[in-house]
């Protein structure tokens, strides 16, 4: 059984269209996030959510929405995509309690043409 | 703000080689401290912790011992396999994130 999951697992694009990457959770984990990994393997946070509110919201741009119906789903939507967002986006999940750990799901890797 | 310092790689060894990846956090508190690997084309992997000084994290072979006088956590395994090559990522708590990550390492070993 895959903890988290992550659909698609690739997607390749045009600028300027709108796209949703999903994420599901099995471990009963209190809180998701999405990651943003870059060509060189850089990471960073884009959102954090515990229990469907949001609690971590970085300097994103708002073409990014994240949308979370219930405690194991975090969705992440991006409007009028552009180049620079091709990257590995990463979906995560932790309990409450667990500094730190992290379970990662496989990625989704966003290609905009 | 907080963050973490790691070797830049890519680091390329002959199988049964010992790995050392240094990695150094920015003093503020006593955080905990993570080591996590990617394998090619999945997800990150939590490897070790350590969560006070002095505190060593293992496993897989892999230990990376807590050191407050030096800020450090570096990686370290005696003999390498060719099925550990990965990146690895160091990483701390910083405020409300979670984690913040190294920019990761790049181990190759080759047979």
């Known amino acids: 059984d895959t903890a988290v999951s992550q659909t698609p697992k690739y997607l390749v694009t045009q600028m300027g269209n709108d796209k949703s990457i999903k994420c599901e959770q099995n471990?009963?984990?209190?809180?998701m996030y999405w990651y943003k990994q870059d060509s060189k393997k850089f990471l960073k946070i884009m959102f954090s959510y515990n229990n469907k509110e949001l609690i971590i919201n970085e300097t994103v741009p708002n073409r990014f929405s994240p949308k979370s119906p219930d405690k194991a789903h975090l969705n992440l939507h991006i409007n009028s995509l552009e180049l620079g967002d091709s990257a590995v986006y990463f979906c995560?999940?932790?309990?409450?309690?667990?500094?730190?750990?992290?379970?990662f799901g496989e990625g989704s890797r966003l290609t905009v043409l | 703000g907080d963050s973490v310092t790691q070797m830049e790689g890519p680091v390329t060894l002959s199988e049964e080689a010992f790995l050392t990846i240094n990695c150094t956090y920015t003093a503020t508190g006593y955080p905990s401290l993570f080591w996590y690997v990617q394998y090619p084309g999945e997800g990150l992997q939590l490897l070790l912790k350590a969560t006070k000084a002095d505190d060593k994290g293992s496993n897989k072979g892999f230990e990376a011992t807590y050191r407050k006088e030096t800020t450090s956590f570096h990686l370290e395994k005696g003999s390498v396999q060719v099925s550990d090559s990965a990146v690895y990522f160091c990483?701390?708590?910083?405020?409300?994130?979670?984690?913040?990550f190294g920019k990761g390492t790049r181990l190759s070993v080759i047979a």
């Open positions: 471990l009963g984990h209190d809180t």
């Open positions: 990483a701390r708590p910083s405020g409300n994130t979670p984690l913040v």
């Open positions: 995560a999940s932790s309990q409450r309690g667990t500094t730190g750990e992290l379970f």
